[in-house]
DNA sequence: GGATATAATGTAAGGGCTTACACCTCTCTT
DNA sequence: AAGAGAGGTGTAAGCCCTTACATTATATCC
């Protein structure tokens, strides 16, 4: 069933056909009725090939991710899905998982499809090794890096000063005289290394001398992180401030806490990133640095519509987070 | 560039770009080399639409599902992803809200996309009024629902006996005199009704008379079952147990039983459904039904796949949950 | 009423691929 | 040495649309 079929029983030619399939101008009230009605009876579907092939769209952006089991990813890829979808377009969706070079044959792949446009989310994207794939696509179409920052041409990226909430969180500890930071960060996020670069500088201006012992490297599991944080509450180390590249971590280092009798917030302060749903899960519940997600997608599809309209959107757009503090600081 | 170009620098045909690419026999080891590494050198790629075109397949299954900011749908999405990945297939992910009238449009779209397969994640899919689209489109493409149950043609179904987890839930907190159940479900969920039947015919089988006080309908929302178990309390409203349809809600009520001076486990038993990452959040930590998520994902893939092969799958695939017993009960 | 502007419709040329079929070039057989 | 068979390659039709351009119908004006 193609518009051949649709034209032979409406007595019309193709072209009529597909302007009204298109809703173009230049059809008479009366033919476009009589097309639709036919279109309705007979449940004919435009073939998206033919259609791809004429327009060379195919109305579909991919989004890459590490993984969507995350709840950082899973948050954003759902909101640029509806973002995307109120645009018309679908979502093609990526997860690479953490190896980096798997990347680069997903991002073939979407190119391949033939997608109007691609959205990486996280980090894990800015990571060098990737670059030249990144910009071999981004000469294809326009790529915009949620989370993250790069600079390629015709690339865009949509970022939230994670170094400036680092840094101003240290401030804040340090000026209630909480200067034993225990900083923990995933070993598996690029983005730890801004935030670790605000965390030193905070610690800079407030004179603080980090000891390596207070720096904490992780995976991202919360069981191994409180492990981690007994050892060394354990070994009698002591810090009265824990910040958390994620709330995950955070959580683990708060349940650690708590099995040993330490008080949150009076005796140890705790703060997680990202403000996930699991902030609210604890007693006391966590308090976060919300990096706004959800605007950083709105953003970045902002950004794809106006390329879309040919305008020139801003190569960075960088958002400021937000502290909201519950009951661990 | 397209495959006329590719011929023309490899001083070959277009039919043996073809076969090349598409790794077809029938091609000498020197030709093959020759035009893939010219593929290689110009950085070309099949448009898919005249592929598609000229296949009527463009290797993508589209996946629908409410939203997968969700915990259990970002994770069966996830699982979905990766396991179709493996398969050579893409995902088109539609998250369609809870709006039932919706359904049926992304539906249509991704059938105009010309999907190979559609994958519905969640009860959603199993209420009525979207039945007569599910059917349509399964007259086109297969249809596998996860996680609810669906008697339609050329449909296939993978879920979880919920039923009998909660039946069994129900019995085994019996066993130990905890009859004094607090029953909460969402109230947005379908699958909620299979666990409420568990629920009462292993009451009947237990002699236990349920109040209808004792049962708590809320949205989605730590907070707000939070408020409501709060108010049941207040109100002297007695318990010793509380089974919740999801781990969010569990979650809430546990905060409020503590908030009240209440302990858990006992005090007050409480347990949750998905076994989710919240499960470990809390302390005690949640005990969960785990109704097997990956599970149920990589089977329906496993369908998809015997499907393609022109087998015959089962159309009703049922797995048993598995209790996670921690430190709530 | 005839010229002219405008709206409605049709024709035909792509767009880039797959593939059936035709063709050519060997090698091997007898 | 001629014929058969196989392997390698090319030609061209077909897949189903979109759209520029050509054509025809209708409306408008003096």
Chains 1, 2 share one sequence.
């Not at 894990?124 to 090794?129: D, N």
């Not at 992780?218 to 709330?247: C, R, T």
């Not at 708590?258 to 749903?277: E, W, Y």
Request: net charge neutral; glycine share 6%; charged share 25%.
């Amino acid at each position: 069933m193609n518009i051949y079929d649709i034209a032979k029983l409406a007595g019309v030619s193709i072209a009529t056909v597909s302007r009204v399939i298109n809703g173009k101008e230049n059809v008479s009230e009366k033919t476009r009725r009589k097309v639709e009605r036919i279109i309705e009876e007979i449940g004919y579907t435009p073939n998206v090939f033919a259609r791809g092939l004429g327009l060379g769209s195919i109305q579909m952006v991919g989004v890459l991710c590490t993984t969507v089991s995350d709840l950082f990813y899973a948050r954003a890829v759902a909101t640029i899905e509806s973002e995307l979808r109120t645009l018309g377009y679908d979502v093609i969706l990526c997860c690479t998982g953490n190896d980096v070079s798997e990347k680069s044959r997903y991002m073939q792949l979407l190119l391949s499809k033939r997608v109007d446009a691609m959205i990486l989310v996280g980090s894990i994207f800015q990571e060098r090794t990737s670059n030249e794939h990144i910009a071999q696509a981004a000469t294809q179409v326009p790529v915009i890096l949620i989370n993250g920052s790069l600079d390629i041409p015709n690339t865009y990226c949509v970022f939230c000063d994670e170094e400036g909430a680092v840094y101003h969180l240290v401030r804040d500890l340090a000026a209630v005289n909480r200067r034993d930071i225990l900083y923990i960060e995933n070993t598996e996020s690029y983005s730890s290394l801004t935030k670790w670069r605000g965390f030193t500088r905070g610690c800079g201006d407030c004179n603080i001398s980090h000891s390596p012992a207070l720096k904490l490297q992780v995976p991202k599991d919360g069981d191994a992180v409180k492990e981690k944080v007994l050892e060394l509450i354990d070994a009698g180390v002591k810090f009265n401030a824990v910040v958390a590249s994620e709330d995950l971590l955070a959580l683990g280092a708060l349940k650690a806490l708590q099995s040993r009798g330490l008080r949150v917030p009076d005796d140890v302060a705790v703060i997680g990133f990202n403000d996930s749903i699991l902030c609210k899960c604890s007693s006391p519940e966590l308090s976060s640095v919300d990096n706004k997600v959800d605007d950083m997608c709105r953003r970045a599809v902002a950004i794809l519509l106006e390329l879309i309209q040919g305008r020139k959107p801003p190569t960075r757009t960088v958002l400021t987070p937000e502290f909201k503090r519950r009951g661990s600081f």
